[in-house]
């Protein structure tokens, strides 16, 4: 059982693929899934990092989610909290099942 504090969405990719008719790679359309109640907490939040000379802040969070029917394996994420409000989007660093809880630990 998570104590939810927010809500993932999983982004899957529609479209792709080459035109048949041209030859041409078409454009794949990102799109977000419906939203998970998730438990969430940063593991690192660094105000002091630079990118290309610009000051950015780098943030890690480990995720729980109850388990799903199938394997959780996605890419990209966008977290939430319960109250709306926008944390981020990012990529899976990895997804470990907890069997014992039956949860997925997420780490971003």
């Not at 078409?26 to 593991?43: D, H, K, L, N, Y």
């Not at 480990?62 to 394997?71: F, N, S």
Request: glycine share 10%.
């Amino acid at each position: 059982m998570i104590i939810q504090n927010g809500t993932i969405e999983v982004q899957s990719s529609t479209g792709g693929g080459l035109d048949t008719t041209t030859g041409f790679p078409r454009v794949a359309t990102p799109s977000w899934g419906e939203p998970i109640p998730c438990q969430f907490s940063p593991v690192k939040v660094n105000r002091l990092a630079q990118s290309q000379g610009e000051p950015v802040i780098e943030k890690s969070f480990t995720i729980l989610i109850e388990e799903q029917p199938q394997e959780f394996a996605a890419e990209r994420v966008r977290l939430k909290t319960d109250t709306g409000r926008f944390v981020g989007e990012f990529s899976i660093i990895s997804a470990e099942p907890l069997e014992a809880v039956g949860q997925v630990k997420i780490t971003v």
